[in-house]
């Protein structure tokens, strides 16, 4: 929970609170009234210090505060209690950090280096050959869909890495029916004490191709090092399944995919 707070000083007059008919209406500026003096030291994982940019949400408004001069923020924020500062540097990831003005101060912040990596997704042993979408989630999300997109960016940190590989099917689905039943409002005086009926109506599903279907993959946890990343290249090695020729193949595949893990080197 957070909690702002604003004080008004009229002379050497007690206060007195504020009631207006129209408060739920009015736009309070949070930002507006910087009381709280902080410091914020920024470095990078070798404790080097880093430039950034700072930023102090509480409740739903964000505090745009400046940058940072030789790793070292100086300034005046609102006073909130469970805020959270943002730090922001760019080739970093953004780290968010929970900092309550009222009664602190100052704060050291590390940021996270993010590294360009190439992803080489081998399936069975040999290389992708096909589609294929790798999921890493972390501290942030990331995802490559290959081999259209084959590098992103990625910071040390533990992922649930996540290697889905998609191949031609012919699978069709054949057009389906099927009766559903609800209870609706009977007519006239029955309906007016609450009487009903059962009344069914026919759903018809089409018939349904699919075009690509799972045919490797898995998931598994996996600590991604800041030495490793800084080389560039990521090798991870999925399972082939079998392509799949019918809906019960489909449905293998899946269970499959939950039940393999993802190799990384």
Do not use: H, W
């Amino acid at each position: 929970f957070q909690f702002p707070f604003a004080v008004i000083i009229d002379k050497n007059m007690p206060r007195k609170a504020i009631f207006s008919d129209n408060a739920d209406n009015e736009t309070y500026d949070l930002c507006a009234f910087k009381t709280q003096d902080l410091q914020v030291n920024v470095y990078d994982i070798s404790l080097q210090k880093t430039d950034a940019k700072i930023n102090y949400g509480c409740f739903d408004q964000k505090c745009d505060l400046g940058g940072t001069q030789n790793g070292v923020f100086v300034a005046k924020i609102p006073a909130c209690v469970n805020g959270y500062l943002y730090v922001k540097a760019d080739n970093y990831t953004e780290n968010k950090q929970m900092f309550s003005s009222n009664s602190e101060s100052s704060v050291d912040v590390i940021l996270d280096k993010e590294f360009d990596v190439k992803i080489n997704l081998k399936v069975g042993g040999k290389p992708l050959n096909g589609q294929a979408v790798v999921i890493f989630d972390g501290a942030k999300s990331v995802s490559a869909a290959l081999p259209d997109a084959l590098e992103i960016k990625l910071s040390e940190g533990l992922y649930n890495i996540s290697v889905y590989v998609y191949g031609n099917s012919s699978i069709t689905i054949p057009e389906s029916r099927k009766t559903q039943c609800t209870e609706v409002p009977q007519s006239g005086i029955s309906g007016f004490f609450g009487g009903t009926k059962e009344q069914c109506f026919d759903i018809t599903l089409p018939e349904t191709k699919i075009d690509y279907a799972l045919i490797g993959g898995g998931r598994s946890e996996s600590y991604l090092f800041a030495d490793n990343l800084a080389k560039g290249n990521l090798e991870i090695s999925v399972d082939e399944f079998r392509t799949p020729t019918n809906v019960d193949d489909l449905q293998y595949n899946y269970e499959l995919f939950d039940q393999t893990g993802v190799k990384v080197e």
